[in-house]
Structure formats: structure tokens, C-alpha cells
Nanobody
Framework: QVQLVESGGGLVQAGVSLRLSCAASGRTFSMYAMGWFRQAPGKEREFVSAINWSADSTYYGDSVKGRFTISRDNAKNTVYLQMSSLKPEDTAVYYC??????????????????WGQGTQVTVSS
């Protein structure tokens, strides 16, 4: 079992950067691919990014490509999402999740087994 706790969300102005963290419990963290999703009010959960267990392969949703960067530190059991050039449309609850799948990179919520509780990111214009 893997427990995930996100942090780093907040209220920011458009154009700035923000880094989210997701701390995982358990000794099997490095066995999982990790992903970030987000969900805005009234919308479906949207894939943001994913990273494989060895951190040598990443994958991004079209809406964040070139602005967001995913990374992980297996020694710290933590995955990060560095968000730059934030836009009001990035406003959402951001969730991290763990998946046993890769190749192709998991981009659907049903490909992930464990989820965090989410952290709110609000971008004002």
C-alpha cells in the first residue's frame, strides 16, 4: 500500500511559478510510476504529467507541455510538479497518484491505484 500526501498549493498570480510536492509512504515507492492530475469545478479529472519509476521518462498533457516539469526523488519518496507561467485556467485541485503501468505512460485515472487527497491551486488574473 502507498499513501500519498500533496503539498505546495496556494493562491498565486498569473505568470508566477509554484512547485507541488507529493510525499509517499512505504518502501515500494520506487516501483511505481507517478502521475499528476487536476480537476476544476464541474470538469472531469485531467491528466497533467507522469514519470516512470527510474525518472528517465516523462509524459505531459498538451495543456501544460513546456510549462510544467515533473520530477521525483526516490531516496526521499517524493514526486514534484514544477509549474511555471501559471494561467488562470490552471486553477484546480491537483492530485498525485501511483501506477504500476508504463509503456505507454498512464494517462487515465483508472490506470492509477493510489491517490492523494489533493491540493488546491488557484491562479488569479
Amino acid at each position: 500500500q502507498v499513501q500519498l500526501v500533496e503539498s505546495g498549493g496556494g493562491l498565486v498570480q498569473a505568470g508566477v511559478s509554484l512547485r507541488l510536492s507529493c510525499a509517499a509512504s512505504g518502501r515500494t515507492f520506487s516501483m511505481y510510476a507517478m502521475g499528476w492530475f487536476r480537476q476544476a469545478p464541474g470538469k472531469e479529472r485531467e491528466f497533467v504529467s507522469a514519470i516512470n519509476w527510474s525518472a528517465d521518462s516523462t509524459y505531459y498533457g498538451d495543456s501544460v507541455k513546456g510549462r510544467f516539469t515533473i520530477s521525483r526523488d526516490n531516496a526521499k519518496n517524493t514526486v514534484y510538479l514544477q509549474m511555471s507561467s501559471l494561467k488562470p485556467e490552471d486553477t484546480a485541485v491537483y492530485y498525485c497518484a501511483a501506477s504500476r503501468f508504463w509503456d505507454p505512460p498512464p494517462a487515465r485515472p483508472d490506470e492509477y491505484t493510489y491517490w492523494g487527497q489533493g491540493t488546491q491551486v488557484t491562479v488569479s488574473s
